[in-house]
């Protein structure tokens, strides 16, 4: 669940962890939990300090419901 809520905060824009915690109400801790397993599936990555969807992430987001 805390995936799929990343996801779609990340197809909005690219956001740093503080920003992310913020958003999905969520402690930093299981945040960057969630980003190793979506980098591992390779749908995110991180650059210039902040988290960016990958081509297949924004695939991914996009098909998903709301």
Known sequence: ML???ILK???KEP???EKLSKEVKTSS???IEALKS???MQL????????H???KGLDVAKRMKN
Do not use: F, I, Q
């Open 3 to 5: 995936m799929r809520e």
């Open 9 to 11: 905060k990340l197809k």
């Open 15 to 17: 956001k740093t962890l």
């Open 29 to 31: 801790k299981e945040v």
């Open 38 to 40: 979506l980098k591992h």
């Open 44 to 51: 995110v990555y991180y650059e210039a300090d902040s988290w």
């Open 53 to 55: 969807l990958t081509e």
